[in-house]
């Protein structure tokens, strides 16, 4: 495999070594787990809202999108990789389309960006 093809697709850039002395380390690794705790909130908000008003069953999609966005946080606080970050951006994507799609639906007078 080429260098470039290695780089952009399979390369792991980060892994969490506890106790290796690094203050960074320690740091990126809990904000991460603390990150993706975040995430699966915002996913049980939205499966609330759906559950109470039943306006939307994209919202049972969108709540599953930022599950898995909480998952790849947790991936990502123990190794950080090529596959990962393009996993994390093709689920950001469709976080934002979803928001974007549920929000002019069924709330088009909200202000909340």
Request: charged share 15%; aromatic share 22%; hydrophobic share 55%.
């Amino acid at each position: 495999m080429s260098e470039t093809l290695e780089v952009i697709f399979v390369r792991t850039w980060w892994r969490y070594t506890p106790g290796d002395g690094q203050w960074f380390t320690a740091i990126y690794h809990w904000f991460n787990i603390a990150e993706g705790c975040v995430w699966i909130l915002c996913a049980g908000l939205v499966l609330r809202r759906f559950l109470i008003h039943r306006k939307s069953a994209a919202e049972i999609y969108y709540a599953i999108a930022f599950l898995t966005f909480a998952i790849t946080d947790f991936a990502e606080a123990w190794e950080q990789s090529s596959w990962l970050i393009w996993l994390k951006l093709l689920n950001l994507i469709v976080l934002f389309q979803l928001r974007r799609t549920i929000m002019s639906w069924y709330f088009p007078t909200a202000k909340l960006y």
